[in-house]
Each structure stands twice: as structure tokens, then as C-alpha cells.
């Protein structure tokens, strides 16, 4: 298995090699030069697999034993997984009128980000004790993404953790996940800007080479492509839950039956792992549901691939997000993987911030992805009437996709499964607008009582460039610390 990028600039990478990077050398995103098909046979084989050999089982098919023999790939992915708050590390809510919610929220952060993150934080220290080198992370966040890296990485001996989030513009959950955390090795900035904002100077430090070889610099956002990998297994963990392929498991001739998936969607990095399935064998249906930040929506139903003037702050603050850049490699798969065309369409889209789809290429996406866009007020609707009928709370990000089931007559041959994202602990003021209440976790109650640590990132006339002089100062700043073995925070 080897990968290559996006954009056609590079080729032949092994996982380890893109693991270690983020974006691509040419600016692009690294993809598997090939995506293997899963058989029915292999579908109904993993049938009886739980979530965390189901992870397993697709980790390999992307790492060569070469690389990770499998009783390692089983050990690591066994402890990350480990600490999760119910046994079956996921699980699904059969609630009523066929709303099935598959929960990914019962790790550390309470977020789906935590199912990824650990899995990838374990392959990346494995690597990194193998061959007794550092990395240092850098990660820009919309809101669940950073607290999950530091969670998974606090403490780690090899690696140093750059967080920057938008203050503001995140809940308090959110931001206690990062602040209270003061391990050595994780380092957070407070930007007074948007996730997309931040994204900017982060494109311009990956951007160069020199930086990133010298400071072994790399990403644990979605951009990564272990994250995405291991998002495949929870599509896959749904289908074979709810799909009705257990039931036709003697029909070993049979079409295997359709699934619809509706996901919450912001970056893109979770409904790409969605397609990058399909594209495996999958008969999965794809609904992208967005909030106000609507870009998705409109590059689906009319070909304008286009970010608005401003990010909109809404109840679901995770995606609130202009800027979908795994988009990029839907696009790939799409266009036959065409690296040429891809870097030719990104290139245009991060200089005008604009880009129109030409008619095929829209009118491909639209063939196989839906999509809707939700306010603020129809979260609040979607949280109250599924309290109402099943006396359970959504957060915010949930409910852009439940809406969905409420809003949208479906075929009711086909079985819908809703990707709940994050728990709704972490949306208090969300869920005090729609007229409910939440019992807050202990865990989450504690925050409260813990001391915080974290530098501002103002804004200035040049802020972009001033945002990328101080992140480049700090990584700078704590190599030279960790070459004489000494510590950073007195």
C-alpha cells in the first residue's frame, strides 16, 4: 500500500511517511494510490467483530505488516481504545420512527474525534520510540479536534503538541479540554479569529519544507490520513449493524442491501471517510447536513464551491467551518483521481476563495452525495422534539443531522443511520436554549476546579503573518528545550 497526493506532486509514499507529514509537499492531501474493495464475502465475515477489531481489520488493510506486524497493530489499537466509557467503545440508539443515532462521543473529550485521534496518536509514538526521534504536532481546532489531540498526547515523551483555537467561538467544555491541561509537552494559543483564520498561517508553516524537516513538524487534524483511515471502521461498524447484512448472511448471492448515512459535516474529513467507503464496495447512501456555514450544501446543489464573506458563529461551533478542505479529496476520487485537475481547482479556490464546479464535475458530486442546510433554529427544534419523543438530548451537531430524519421523507426500504458527534455535556448552552436539561458528568464538572495555561493570539493588521512568527518562535523555542533534555514550562 503506498499513497500519493492529491495534487500529482508526490507518489509512492509508505503510511509511516505520511503519518509523520500533513499536507502533502505540493500543498495537497495524501490518499491511498489505491483503495481496496471489500468484498460481500469479507462484509459478512466481519459481521460479528466488534468496533475495536472491526478496527483492526481496516487498519490493515492500509498498513503493511512491514511496517506494523499485526499483534502490534492489535495491541495498539486495543489500548487506545481502551479507555472509552462504554464497553463497546460505540454504540448505537435505536430510538423512535427508525431514528438510529450511532454514538462515537464515549472517549475522554466526549467527541468522535477521540475514536481517530487515539488510534493514530499510538501508531505515531510507536514510530517514533522505534526509531527514538521527537515530532512536534501542530494542530489547528473548530472546537473538539484539539482538546482530543492533547488528551492523546499528553505526557508522551517524543512529542510536543501546538494547539491553536478561536476564543470565542468554542464552548467552555471546549476549552477547559485544552487549557487545564498543563503537561509539559502541550502548548495552546488563543487566536481572536475563526478555525478557517487559523488555518492560514498553519497552510504557510506546512508549507515550508525546511521548517517541517528540521522540526520533524506534523498535523493530527483531519488532513492526516490516519484519521480519516480509522473513521472508515465506524461507517463500516453501522453498516453491518443496521444494514440487514447480518440477517442475509445465508444469501451469500444476494445484492447486499443499501444504507443511508447522515453526517453532521464541517471540515469534511468524516463524510470523505464516508465515501472513501462507498468507493470500497459500501452501498452506502451520503447526506452531508451543515449548519449556516453552508458551503458544502451549495457546492452539491449548484456547483458553487465558494466560501462566504465571514465564518458564522451558530449552536454547533464544530462546524462552523468555511473552508471543507477534505473536500479535496472527494474531489480526487471523483475525478478518477486526476491530480492535475485537483491542484488546478484548490490552487483557484485558496487564492479567490471561490471556485465554480464545471457542470459534469457538479453534477458527479451530486450523484453521489445529498445534502441540506440547517439554522439555529431548526437545531433547536430537531433537540426538542426528539426529547419529546424519546426523552433523549442531542447536541447541536447531532440535531443538524437528525433534523434530517424529521424534515425529509425517505424510502422506507432503506435502513438510516445518524452520526451523533459529539455528547451533548459539551453543548450546555445549546441545550439550555432548547428548554432541556443535561446532567454534566463529574468528569466534566471538575474542569472547573483545575488551573489553565494558554497564550493569546491577537489580532493585528497583519495578523496572519504575525499568527505564523509566533507559532514558528514557539516551535523553535521548544526544540532547543527538548535538545538538552530540559524542561519548557518553570
Known amino acids: 500500500m503506498h499513497y500519493c497526493s492529491t495534487r500529482g506532486g508526490v507518489c509512492g509514499w509508505d503510511f509511516r511517511d505520511v503519518l509523520l507529514s500533513g499536507f502533502a509537499p505540493d500543498g495537497g492531501m495524501f490518499m491511498p494510490e489505491s483503495v481496496p474493495v471489500l468484498s460481500p464475502e469479507t462484509l459478512r465475515g466481519w459481521r460479528g467483530l466488534d468496533y475495536t477489531q472491526l478496527v483492526v481489520e481496516v487498519a490493515s488493510l492500509f498498513i503493511p505488516t512491514q511496517l506494523i506486524p499485526r499483534d502490534d497493530l492489535q495491541v495498539l489499537v486495543g489500548e487506545a481504545l481502551s479507555g472509552f466509557s462504554v464497553p463497546e467503545v460505540v454504540q448505537i440508539a435505536r430510538l423512535k420512527g427508525g431514528l438510529s443515532v450511532l454514538e462515537l462521543f464515549h472517549g475522554e473529550t466526549l467527541a468522535f474525534k477521540d475514536l481517530a485521534m487515539t488510534c493514530t496518536v499510538r501508531f505515531l509514538n510507536y514510530f517514533l520510540q522505534k526509531e527514538k526521534h521527537r515530532a512536534t504536532v501542530v494542530v489547528g481546532t473548530s472546537g473538539d479536534t484539539g482538546g482530543s489531540a492533547i488528551q492523546s498526547a499528553k505526557g508522551l515523551c517524543g512529542l510536543d503538541v501546538v494547539v491553536v483555537y478561536p476564543r470565542g467561538r468554542i464552548t467552555p467544555v471546549q476549552e477547559k479540554h485544552m487549557i487545564t491541561c498543563l503537561e509539559d509537552n502541550v502548548h495552546v494559543f488563543a487566536a481572536d479569529g475563526s478555525s478557517d483564520d487559523i488555518d492560514q498561517p498553519l497552510r504557510r508553516l506546512f508549507a515550508d519544507q525546511d521548517l517541517v524537516k528540521s522540526y520533524r513538524l506534523m498535523s493530527l ?141 457538479h453534477k458527479l458530486l451530486s450523484q453521489v452525495l445529498s445534502t441540506g442546510s440547517v439554522s439555529d433554529d431548526g437545531i433547536l427544534e430537531t433537540m426538542r422534539r426528539c426529547w419529546e419523543e424519546n426523552q433523549y438530548v442531542l447536541c447541536p451537531h447531532t440535531a443538524v443531522a437528525v433534523w434530517h430524519h424529521y424534515n425529509c421523507p425517505h424510502d422506507a426500504q432503506i435502513n438510516r443511520c445518524y ?7 459539551k453543548f450546555q448552552t445549546a441545550v439550555q436554549r432548547a428548554g432541556l436539561t443535561f446532567d454534566l458528568p463529574e468528569a466534566v464538572l471538575a474542569l472547573d476546579k483545575l488551573a489553565t495555561r494558554y497564550q493569546n493570539l491577537e489580532r493585528s493588521q497583519n495578523w496572519c503573518k504575525d499568527w505564523e512568527h509566533r507559532l514558528r518562535e514557539q516551535i523553535q523555542s521548544v526544540s532547543a528545550v527538548r535538545k538538552t533534555n530540559g524542561t519548557y514550562y518553570s
Open 419 to 425: 452520526i451523533a458527534t459529539a455528547s451533548p455535556a
Open 221 to 361: 487534524n483531519s488532513v492526516n490520513w490516519s484519521r480519516i483511515m480509522v473513521q472508515l471502521a465506524h461507517f463500516i461498524y453501522a453498516y453491518l449493524q443496521l444494514s440487514g447484512v447480518q440477517q442475509q448472511a445465508e444469501e451469500a448471492d444476494g445484492d447486499l442491501p443499501e444504507l443511508e448515512v447522515v453526517v453532521p459535516t464541517g471540515g469534511a474529513g468524516n463524510i470523505a471517510a464516508g465515501f472513501i467507503v462507498k468507493q470500497m464496495g459500501l452501498p452506502l447512501k451520503l447526506v452531508a447536513m451543515v449548519n449556516s456555514n453552508d458551503i458544502v450544501h451549495r457546492t452539491v446543489t449548484s456547483g458553487d464551491f465558494s466560501m462566504a464573506a465571514s465564518v458564522t458563529q451558530t449552536l454547533a461551533p464544530a462546524i462552523d467551518i468555511q473552508d471543507p478542505y477534505n473536500m479535496e479529496r472527494v474531489f480526487w476520487l471523483l475525478l478518477g483521481k486526476d491530480g492535475a485537475a485537483v491542484k488546478t481547482m484548490m490552487e483557484e479556490f485558496q487564492q479567490s476563495h471561490r471556485h465554480s464546479l464545471p457542470a459534469n464535475q
